[in-house]
């Protein structure tokens, strides 16, 4: 399974981005998929996923600012997020994870909220 994301930048505060994440290889229906973060110096942390049932959990962090959505029939998942703070500046990876147990990663996106 490969990941390919795409979508970061460099924004405003209070800006918008979206990230953009497409899944190939062979995918099983049964999975989850979303978007951690890690900032420098800082450990990897959960931004937003969601299940392949429609199940999303969030970061307390961006509830209200980012939505999570998806495409199963495309496995593609997106992240818009609204209302960018300094704080939001990360490089962001895609991920998916089966419900079997398999865990795959992207390589990462650079999302820098600066003014």
């Known amino acids: 399974v490969q990941l390919q994301a795409s979508g970061g930048g460099l924004v405003q505060p209070g800006g918008s981005l979206r990230l953009s994440c497409a899944a190939s290889?062979?995918?099983?229906?049964?999975?989850?998929m979303g978007w951690y973060r890690q900032a420098p110096g800082k450990r990897r942390e959960l931004v937003a996923i969601?299940?392949?049932?429609?199940?999303?959990n969030y970061a307390d962090s961006v509830k209200g600012r980012f939505t999570i959505s998806r495409d199963n029939a495309k496995n593609t998942v997106d992240l818009q997020m609204n209302s960018l703070e300094p704080e939001d500046t990360a490089v962001y990876f895609c991920?998916?994870?089966?419900?079997?147990?398999?865990?795959?990663w992207g390589r990462g996106t650079l999302v820098t909220v600066s003014s």
């Open positions: 290889g062979r995918i099983f229906r049964r999975n989850i």
């Open positions: 969601m299940a392949d049932a429609g199940d999303t």
């Open positions: 991920n998916l994870r089966h419900i079997a147990g398999s865990e795959y």
